[in-house]
Structure formats: structure tokens, C-alpha cells
């Protein structure tokens, strides 16, 4: 246990995050979010914010998330399945508040997209606490030895020049106290052997599938 907090805090306070705006607002309001200017990585393609990005701000409006650009104290990762031509979805979500450790899974029904607004409905969820089979220390010492804090949304990949049809798309949202990021991967098993951060993230999907028994990777 005290090896793990050496190491969650070392890495907490490091500037692991690349900033992408240099004039966020002072944070005023929202549950567990903290008085600091948030730096906020979220990656644009061509001059505007992910699909997914989108999509994910509106079902967190729905399910009255926290909103993580605000910050967080201390820790929270979630991560989004969004599965193409269904209409069920999951989050699942990891939080360290002050030391203590919280997971969640919600298994979403989806209404049907609206391509204008860029948005669908949540028709209706289920939402159950959840704990890693092994336990939370060792969980998230092998997500950080994956990267999970740093890896870069998979467009941003120099030289990446790949054709994204339908398919699953998993989205990571991590915050700290002074660190917003949000990152994409599509179908990262068609993607794994010629990307190593493809794969990287395949293997934490993995990891949390085997930790919690949710079959996240299959729809």
C-alpha cells in the first residue's frame, strides 16, 4: 500500500499532462472538482472537438457525472464503450477521493442518434458499484505501466493514416487536480500490431474486463 501511494502521488504531481489551452476559467462550482486552473488536453480534428468527446458530454449531463474538466481530488479515470449499430453502451469509472478508492459500472440503453445535434438519449442505466478482482493497488500500478495517464488519442499517432469505419470506439477521460485529458481509440484490435499505443490500450480494456467480469469488449 505505501508503495503505491509513492508512486500514484509521484505521478499526481508530475506535469505528465500536455496541456492544449492556455486560458481556462478558475473553477467555481461542482462536487470533488478543486480550486485550481485546470490544463485541458482534448485532442480536434479538423478544428473541432471528437465525435465522441460530444456524445460523452451529453450522457454525462444525463447521468449527472462528475464534469472532470473541472479537476478532480484526487484521482478519476472513466472510460466510455461506445459499441457502432447498437444501441447499449457502458461506462465504467475509477475514483481516488483523499486516499479512498471507488468503482463504478453503468450499463446504458441509447436511444436513437441524432447526427445534427451530435447526441443520443439515455433511455435508461443500471449503475452497481464494482471492486478489482486482485485489488486496487495492483490494478492501477499495471493501467499506469500501460500509459494509461499519457497515451495520446489515436489520431495524434505520427504517421498514423488509417481509414476509421464503424466500429467500437473507447474513450478515456482521466482528471487530476490540475489535469483534464480526453483519448480515443477505434477497434484497437484491427489497429494493435501496427500501433503500439493501439495495443496498449487493448491490453488495459483487457485488464479491466478480466479484473471485473463485464465483457466490455464485446457488445
Same mark, same amino acid.
Given at each position: 500500500?505505501?508503495?503505491?501511494?509513492?508512486y500514484f502521488w509521484?505521478?499526481?504531481?508530475?506535469?505528465?499532462?500536455?496541456?492544449s489551452?492556455?486560458?481556462?476559467?478558475s473553477?467555481?462550482?461542482?462536487?470533488?472538482?478543486?480550486?485550481?486552473?485546470?490544463?485541458?488536453?482534448?485532442?480536434?480534428?479538423?478544428?473541432?472537438?471528437?465525435?465522441?468527446?460530444?456524445? !460523452? @458530454?451529453?450522457?454525462?449531463?444525463?447521468?449527472? #457525472?462528475? +464534469? &472532470?474538466?473541472?479537476?478532480?481530488?484526487?484521482?478519476?479515470?472513466? *472510460?466510455?464503450?461506445?459499441?457502432?449499430?447498437?444501441?447499449?453502451?457502458?461506462?465504467?469509472i475509477?475514483?481516488?477521493?483523499?486516499?479512498?478508492?471507488?468503482?463504478?459500472?453503468y450499463?446504458?440503453?441509447?436511444?436513437?442518434?441524432?447526427f445534427?445535434?451530435?447526441?443520443?438519449?439515455?433511455?435508461s442505466f443500471?449503475?452497481?458499484?464494482?471492486?478489482?478482482? !486482485? @485489488?486496487?493497488?495492483?490494478?492501477?500500478?499495471? #493501467?499506469? +505501466? &500501460?500509459?494509461?495517464?499519457?497515451?495520446?488519442d489515436l489520431?495524434? *499517432?505520427?504517421?498514423?493514416?488509417?481509414?476509421?469505419?464503424?466500429?467500437?470506439?473507447?474513450?478515456?477521460?482521466i482528471a487530476?487536480?490540475?489535469?483534464y485529458?480526453?483519448y480515443?481509440?477505434?477497434?484497437?484490435?484491427?489497429?494493435?500490431?501496427?500501433?503500439?499505443?493501439?495495443?496498449?490500450?487493448?491490453?488495459?480494456?483487457?485488464i479491466?474486463?478480466?479484473?471485473?467480469?463485464?465483457?466490455?469488449?464485446?457488445?
Open positions: 500500500m505505501k508503495f503505491f501511494l509513492k509521484t505521478l499526481a504531481t508530475m506535469s505528465i499532462f500536455i496541456p489551452c492556455s486560458n481556462n476559467n473553477i467555481i462550482n461542482q462536487r470533488n472538482s478543486v480550486d485550481y486552473k485546470v490544463a485541458k488536453d482534448i485532442p480536434k480534428y479538423k478544428n473541432s472537438y471528437p465525435f465522441y468527446y460530444q456524445i !460523452s @458530454n451529453h450522457r454525462i449531463n444525463q447521468l449527472k #457525472l462528475d +464534469n &472532470l474538466e473541472l479537476g478532480y481530488d484526487s484521482l478519476q479515470i472513466r *472510460i466510455w464503450y461506445n459499441y457502432s449499430r447498437s444501441d447499449i453502451g457502458k461506462v465504467i475509477f475514483k481516488n477521493l483523499k486516499g479512498n478508492w471507488l468503482g463504478e459500472i450499463n446504458l440503453k441509447l436511444g436513437e442518434f441524432n445534427t445535434m451530435k447526441k443520443d438519449s439515455v433511455l443500471t449503475h452497481y458499484e464494482v471492486t478489482p478482482k !486482485s @485489488n486496487w493497488d495492483s490494478l492501477m500500478v499495471r #493501467l499506469m +505501466n &500501460l500509459d494509461i495517464m499519457t497515451l495520446p489520431r495524434s *499517432i505520427p504517421d498514423f493514416n488509417e481509414s476509421l469505419a464503424d466500429g467500437e470506439v473507447y474513450s478515456f477521460e487530476t487536480t490540475k489535469n485529458r480526453f480515443s481509440y477505434f477497434s484497437p484490435f484491427r489497429l494493435q500490431a501496427k500501433y503500439p499505443q493501439a495495443d496498449k490500450a487493448l491490453e488495459i480494456l483487457k479491466i474486463d478480466l479484473e471485473f467480469k463485464i465483457d466490455g469488449l464485446q457488445p
